[in-house]
């Protein structure tokens, strides 16, 4: 399609590098928007002492790190 300056935006290599950037960017803002959702999922409503106590119960960390993240969470 030419307009009127006599260009040929709309069949010329620029209008599909356009589309693929488009196409590109809303594939992007999804995958951002679908991680941010998981993570909401998988930490739920606990808080983070609730899930330092878990860790700790769970022996993914030791008395002196449980007690040095908790102080620095009531900070």
């Known amino acids: 399609m030419i307009d009127h300056n006599g260009s040929m935006f709309f069949s010329s290599g620029l209008m599909w590098i356009f589309w693929t950037v488009l196409i590109v ?6 995958k951002i928007l679908d991680t941010r959702d ?10 983070p002492l609730e899930i330092l106590k ?6 993914e960390i030791d008395e002196s790190e449980f007690e040095q993240k908790r102080n620095e969470l009531k900070s």
């Open 25 to 30: 960017g809303i594939i992007f803002l999804v």
């Open 38 to 47: 998981k993570e909401s999922k998988y930490l739920g409503d606990k808080k």
């Open 54 to 59: 878990e860790r700790y119960a769970r022996g």
